[in-house]
């Protein structure tokens, strides 16, 4: 990235774009307090004064803690107007449902958070006439780490395009909090969990790879492994006929 202001003005204007050729009134955005998520927001609220954040934690005690803080924080910091849902009883409420059925895997139950997420963001953005912004980077559509019709549903993405060194460089300078650049990047799905421990490989390595420059053979194969095995969450829905 070579003209940070550049980039995003471009971005800001994407924004202003979406919002004119869908009628939509505003943004709502998850903020989980995470570096994608700030970058998202920061954007957001330049290119809509009605953007809301919506800070959704849910059963790990992380949610409930730094993450809160550093949603929070983003928020005063750039005036983005905050609410909170807790779902920690909707995530419980639904486990019962399904238990006398035969339960719910444990690969299952880390993506009901984010699908219960997306169905939040979904229902305050259609009540509030707004489009629901997404938060994943390049290095984790690449990888497949995101939950399908979880945090990989959304209308419109500004980062898409984004390594994640990238979105490091511009939350600098955007002055975001430093305590939202300085923390390990987790998606907050269970206590103790961190995106890059989750994927098996640092996310420089991932760059590495997409822009065709050296990794190591251990690298390579845990990315090529990990890209192949989700190539069903970057396809659109199988139709029959179409």
């Not at 471009?10 to 998520?37: E, W, Y």
């Not at 963001?121 to 497949?144: C, H, K, P, S, W």
């Not at 399908?148 to 975001?176: Q, T």
């Amino acid at each position: 990235m070579t003209d940070i202001k550049l980039e995003v003005e471009k971005r800001v204007q994407f924004i202003k774009d979406a919002l004119a050729q869908a009628g939509a009134r505003g943004i709502v955005f998850g903020n989980s307090g995470g570096k994608d998520s700030a970058l998202v927001g920061i954007l957001c609220k330049m290119a809509c004064d009605d953007t809301l954040a919506v800070m959704m934690p849910c059963f790990s005690k992380r949610n409930f803690g730094e993450d809160l803080e550093d949603a929070d924080a983003l928020a005063k910091q750039f005036a983005i107007e905050t609410i909170a849902v807790d779902l920690t009883g909707t995530r419980a409420a639904l486990l019962a449902a399904i238990e006398p059925f035969g339960g719910v895997s444990d690969s299952a139950v880390i993506n009901i958070a984010p699908r219960l997420r997306m169905t939040t963001l979904y229902a305050i953005a259609q009540t509030r006439g707004a489009l629901v912004a997404g938060t994943g980077n390049a290095d984790e559509a690449f990888m497949g780490y995101f939950t399908k019709w979880g945090d990989g549903a959304y209308d419109l993405n500004p980062i898409a395009d984004l390594h994640v060194s990238e979105i490091y460089a511009m939350l600098r300078y955007l002055n975001a909090p430093q305590s939202i650049i300085g923390k390990a990047p987790s998606a907050g799905l269970y206590d103790g969990q961190t995106d890059e421990g989750d994927m098996g490989v640092r996310y420089a390595a991932v760059e590495r790879y997409m822009k065709g420059e050296p990794v190591t053979d251990g690298e390579r194969a845990v990315i090529e492994r990990m890209h192949g095995r989700s190539e069903h969450k970057r396809r659109p829905s199988l139709r029959y006929g179409g």
